[in-house]
């Protein structure tokens, strides 16, 4: 009989999102002429840039024909020309060091972070998160052995929480003990917040004096308007000696349902093995990556190629514009009524303070049942998210007009 992996039955009871659905799903059976609208899961909902289209369309022809017909790729890393344009209009445009064989593209930013867990020894390495925090990074390291048991009080004995609340202006305060692998989201999911470039360059320097990994996601650096916060942590002086990034094409350009995105491994980035020897990270994950995936699609890649050119850039541009005034209007209705609010503005996310005494949870099952409105409950999050409620500004404008107005019939 086979073993199973004993890691899964640590896991909470269920994992955030669906259940969400579950009580969605239950509301929705006993009203089930209920208008919902859902704030909740940060799925776009606007049509992929035409220019993406366009490229894919074409594709999709050479795709018909013998000639140009494409099968597996010679190299699952991503075509040449797909990562030379990454590197061009993403890194060089902002002073980066990168190189087109340092960028792995693939199907998901969230794939990524949990399978950069394969080439990472189980149970070896201290695990640090911020709290609240994108719940994959939490559970992907307790499927692969690296947390300990659930704690009743919530969390994992064997990572090291660092809080981020309003009471510390959501900036993390640097681990007070020693920790090998860093997970830094910014802008932040869930609360929306940002990290500027004299506190980012801490994390780099500690990363640095302590020998440690940071893993950092900037799936949504698209949406920063200040000139001021940093796009990628390779801004930062160092940081190609301590980071890995992962970038994500899913709420730029929309492409949730396509699939793509990327991850960049320097190739001066190193872990130790069991000797004590450093060796890069790199090879380890190019042979992973190949080992395990067949790559992104051809006619994706033609897409995504698309996102970069002048049609694409100012399509996106739209794109983002349109779903940073949907997050406006959410932030100043929420206001208007006295919600305190935070997030926002560099990012697709509105992190609230829930009113009065109500739990996070309590606060769902309010604006379901009352307002049938479906939104994350803050301490799905973390244990420092209890008392917060996050709010998605991916939706129709009409969805987001009527929500505000529930939301405030609610409130008030």
């Known amino acids: 009989m086979p073993r199973i992996n004993d890691n899964y039955l640590k896991l909470k009871a269920g994992y955030l999102f669906p259940e969400?659905?579950?009580?969605?799903?239950?509301?929705?059976?006993?009203?089930?002429?209920?208008?919902?609208?859902?704030?909740?899961?940060?799925?776009?909902?606007?049509?992929?840039?035409?220019?993406?289209?366009?490229?894919?369309h074409a594709a999709v022809d050479e795709m018909s024909q013998r000639e140009t017909f494409r099968g597996y790729m010679d190299d699952s890393q991503g075509h040449d020309w797909l990562r030379e344009a990454i590197v061009k209009n993403d890194y060089e445009a902002r002073g980066c060091q990168v190189s087109a064989s340092e960028i792995f593209v693939s199907d998901?930013?969230?794939?990524?972070?949990?399978?950069?867990?394969?080439?990472?020894?189980?149970?070896?390495?201290?695990?640090?998160?911020?709290?609240?925090?994108?719940?994959?990074?939490?559970?992907?390291?307790?499927?692969?052995?690296?947390?300990?048991?659930?704690?009743?009080?919530?969390?994992?004995?064997?990572?090291?929480?660092?809080?981020?609340?309003?009471?510390?202006?959501?900036t993390p305060a640097l681990p007070d003990k020693p920790v090998d692998v860093i997970y830094l989201c910014y802008p932040n999911n869930p609360t929306g917040t940002v990290l500027g470039k004299d506190e980012l360059a801490k994390w780099v320097e500690y990363a640095r004096q302590n020998e440690a990994l940071i893993l950092y996601d900037a799936a949504y650096e698209a949406y920063i308007t200040d000139?001021?916060?940093?796009?990628?942590?390779?801004?930062?002086?160092?940081?190609?000696?301590?980071?890995?990034?992962?970038?994500?094409f899913s709420k730029n350009a929309g492409f949730t349902g396509v699939r793509c995105a990327l991850t960049v491994i320097p190739d001066s980035v190193t872990g130790t093995i069991a000797t004590g020897e450093k060796r890069p990270l790199q090879p380890l994950w190019a042979r992973r990556h190949n080992t395990k995936f067949n790559g992104v699609s051809y006619i994706t890649q033609r897409g995504v190629e698309a996102v970069y050119s002048e049609a694409g850039k100012q399509q996106v541009a739209d794109l983002i514009a349109f779903y940073l005034e949907n997050a406006r209007l959410l932030r100043e209705g929420l206001e208007a009524v006295g919600i305190t609010v935070f997030g926002g503005v560099n990012a697709p996310y509105i992190w609230l303070k829930t009113p009065g005494d109500l739990s996070s949870w309590d606060f769902f099952d309010r604006l379901l049942t009352s307002g049938h409105l479906v939104g994350t409950p803050g301490s799905g999050f973390g244990t420092a998210g209890e008392g917060y409620f996050r709010l998605s500004a991916f939706n129709s404008r009409e969805n987001i007009e009527e929500a505000v107005k529930r939301f405030q019939r609610v409130v008030e």
Not at 45 to 51: C, D, H, I, K
């Open 20 to 56: 969400i659905g579950r009580r969605v799903r239950e509301f929705r059976s006993e009203n089930p002429d209920a208008p919902i609208i859902k704030l909740g899961i940060g799925d776009v909902t606007e049509p992929l840039p035409q220019a993406c289209i366009d490229a894919m």
């Open 108 to 170: 998901g930013s969230k794939c990524d972070t949990a399978n950069i867990l394969d080439i990472l020894a189980a149970g070896k390495n201290r695990i640090a998160v911020t709290d609240p925090v994108y719940p994959v990074y939490v559970d992907t390291n307790v499927m692969a052995g690296n947390t300990g048991e659930a704690k009743e009080s919530g969390g994992y004995d064997g990572v090291v929480y660092l809080p981020v609340t309003a009471e510390n202006n959501f």
């Open 227 to 248: 000139p001021e916060i940093p796009h990628s942590i390779y801004e930062i002086d160092g940081a190609r000696d301590v980071a890995i990034e992962f970038r994500s």
